[in-house]
């Protein structure tokens, strides 16, 4: 628990950061589960799971596997944190929030 488990690098084109790493460093990307977005398995070389996900704002966010995402979200805040995105179950895929630093990082935690 408590460990990186997961990323995202966002831009304006997924399929230009898939084809940038993959030139750069030989990563392996195939279509996600979602429109726009290109996934990197377990295998991809990348060293762990992640994803390239097509958005207006350009961000890394590290996705941090904890136990439990409320109480989670519930320090995030008390250590003067931000909840943006709460508890969310995206059904065969997925169950995340999202939340932002005191400095204003974006990052994830999935369960």
């Known amino acids: 628990m408590?460990?990186?488990?997961?990323f995202e690098i966002a831009g304006s084109s997924?399929?230009?950061?898939a084809e940038f790493y993959g030139e750069v460093?030989?990563?392996?990307a195939a279509p996600g589960?979602?429109?726009?977005?290109?996934a990197l398995g377990e295998d991809s070389g990348?060293?762990?799971?992640?994803?390239?996900?097509?958005?207006?704002?350009?961000?890394v966010v590290l996705y941090i596997k904890v136990a439990d995402l409320q109480a989670t979200l519930?320090?995030?805040?008390?250590?003067?944190?931000?909840v943006l995105i709460p508890p969310t179950l995206v059904p065969g895929v997925v169950h995340f929030?999202?939340?932002?630093?005191?400095?204003?990082?974006?990052?994830?935690?999935v369960v």
Request: hydrophobic residues 30%.
């Open 2 to 6: 408590n460990t990186i488990s997961y």
């Open 14 to 17: 997924s399929e230009k950061l």
């Open 25 to 28: 460093f030989g990563w392996k």
């Open 33 to 38: 589960p979602f429109p726009q977005y290109v």
């Open 46 to 59: 990348a060293g762990l799971p992640g994803g390239f996900r097509q958005e207006e704002r350009s961000e």
């Open 74 to 82: 519930d320090e995030v805040v008390r250590a003067g944190g931000k």
């Open 97 to 109: 929030a999202l939340f932002e630093d005191p400095c204003g990082n974006r990052t994830g935690i």
